[in-house]
């Protein structure tokens, strides 16, 4: 079964681990036949949601009444079928340019449009080594896919790697790409 896979980054360094580990995921999706989309938040300065319940009240397809940013991402939740996302840690949880992206989401919620996605994925990274600094960043994506009844396919966590592109120098970058293959 051929997929619409939007994967979803949250890290700004470009060419950095998170980024290196979404482009791994790529290559397997794509070798598979899946169409994927990546969406790069921390590239896109989309703002906190305002909580107005003014979503797609000016017409047509724009999602939010105050952020033209997060315009162009509406879309893709509603048309792509799965989403992943790929993301360093911060503070136990996801960066805010990514967090960011994902609270608007409400607006397809107030403007009654549909969701698209039905399943996702989490992969990330920090620099961390224990368990308890990855338990805030799987239980947010838990419990977002529980809210939005998406099938969880799983998370795939890479402790103990903080400095730039050091990813590399892992056997992580092929076994993400592996789970591209198979999603």
């Given at each position: 079964m051929s997929r619409k896979i939007l994967v979803m980054t949250g890290s700004a360094r470009r060419g950095?681990?998170?980024?290196?580990?979404?482009?791994?995921?790529?290559r397997g999706a794509?070798?598979?036949?899946h169409e994927v989309i990546k969406y790069e938040?921390?590239?896109?300065?989309?703002?906190?949601?305002?909580?107005?319940?003014?979503?797609?009240s000016l017409g047509g397809d724009r999602?939010?009444?105050?952020?033209?940013?997060?315009?162009?991402l509406a879309p893709l939740y509603e048309s792509c079928d799965t989403i992943v996302y790929v993301t360093s840690v911060f503070w136990f949880t996801f960066p805010a340019q990514l967090k960011a992206a994902m609270d608007k989401m409400y607006a397809l919620?107030?403007?009654?449009?549909?969701?698209?996605?039905?399943?996702?994925?989490?992969?990330?990274?920090?620099?961390?080594?224990?368990?308890?600094?990855?338990e805030g960043l799987i239980k947010s994506y838990e419990l977002t896919a529980r809210d939005r009844k998406w099938k969880d396919l799983g998370h795939y966590i890479v402790k103990g790697v903080n400095d730039y592109a050091a990813v590399k120098e892992t056997e992580h970058l092929e076994k993400i790409e592996e789970l591209g293959r198979r999603i």
């Amino acid at each position: 079964m051929s997929r619409k896979i939007l994967v979803m980054t949250g890290s700004a360094r470009r060419g950095g681990n998170s980024d290196l580990m979404a482009d791994a995921f790529i290559r397997g999706a794509e070798e598979a036949g899946h169409e994927v989309i990546k969406y790069e938040a921390a590239a896109h300065p989309i703002k906190g949601c305002l909580y107005c319940d003014t979503c797609y009240s000016l017409g047509g397809d724009r999602a939010c009444t105050h952020d033209q940013e997060f315009n162009e991402l509406a879309p893709l939740y509603e048309s792509c079928d799965t989403i992943v996302y790929v993301t360093s840690v911060f503070w136990f949880t996801f960066p805010a340019q990514l967090k960011a992206a994902m609270d608007k989401m409400y607006a397809l919620m107030v403007g009654k449009r549909p969701f698209g996605i039905k399943e996702s994925m989490l992969i990330a990274v920090g620099a961390g080594k224990e368990d308890f600094k990855y338990e805030g960043l799987i239980k947010s994506y838990e419990l977002t896919a529980r809210d939005r009844k998406w099938k969880d396919l799983g998370h795939y966590i890479v402790k103990g790697v903080n400095d730039y592109a050091a990813v590399k120098e892992t056997e992580h970058l092929e076994k993400i790409e592996e789970l591209g293959r198979r999603i």
